[in-house]
């Protein structure tokens, strides 16, 4: 019998990576992707991926994001240009979403479906430690309720 894994998907996304843990960063042209990832990597992640993300199902439930080869290890800085920066891939263990806002303080857990794989999504929050929060939760995981 043959198990057919679902075809990678080329997403308008970026992405950075907290040691083995992914963070997909998605939303509309213009949202703050890049913006968001420039945050992060300055509190110690490191870049998958900026402006396009391939996701590649691994079969087993998980989603390894890459960058494109033409785009790996560049970053853009709106009014700065194009930055080389460290890269690699990275296992995604969650998505946000800057087209969305949060506005309940204690969520309850949503997902979204990327390429036949779940995922845990969050959603914008409007404060300026949102990039902290992310990188709290990305070091040191959410609790339950």
Known sequence: MTVRTPEPVNLHASA???GPSGLLIMGAS??????????????????VADDR???TPD????LRL?????????????GVGLIRVDHR????????TLD????????EGHETVIADVT???????ESPVFPAMICALMNGGRSAP
Request: proline letters at 8%.
């Open 16 to 18: 950075v990576t907290f």
């Open 30 to 47: 213009g949202s703050g992707k890049s913006s968001l990832a420039l945050q992060l990597m300055a509190m110690g992640a490191t870049l």
């Open 53 to 55: 993300v391939i996701a």
């Open 59 to 62: 079969g087993q439930g998980g």
């Open 66 to 78: 890459t960058a494109p080869a033409p785009l790996k290890g560049l970053i853009e800085a709106r």
């Open 89 to 96: 891939p990275a296992m995604a263990a969650w998505v946000v």
């Open 100 to 107: 969305d806002v949060e506005n309940a303080r204690l969520p």
């Open 119 to 125: 995922l845990p999504l969050l959603r914008k929050v």
